[in-house]
């Protein structure tokens, strides 16, 4: 089981990218946890959000979305 840090991990810029690559609505969300930029992929299955996969995001992708 993972455990973040204590005190705040998660900065407060979380832009939403819409995915339309799939059948079903995506996003992904850009940020830091720990101070490291993250991408969340995730989709809204009936009201409920589902994480499909969080990862180390490319110093491109965090030029391109979150400057």
Same mark, same amino acid.
């Given at each position: 089981?993972?455990? $973040? ?18 059948? !079903?609505? @995506?996003?992904?969300?850009?940020? $830091? ?11 809204? /299955?009936?009201?409920?959000? /589902?994480?499909?996969?969080?990862? @180390?995001?490319?110093? +491109? !992708?965090? +030029?391109?979305?979150?400057?």
């Amino acid at each position: 089981m993972a455990c $973040l840090s204590p005190g705040p991990p998660i900065s407060m810029f979380w832009p939403y990218v819409s995915d339309d690559r799939f059948p !079903e609505p @995506r996003f992904r969300l850009y940020g $830091l946890i720990d101070g490291v930029a993250c991408c969340v992929a995730g989709t809204d /299955r009936d009201g409920v959000v /589902r994480v499909i996969s969080l990862r @180390r995001a490319h110093a +491109k !992708e965090m +030029k391109r979305y979150v400057s």
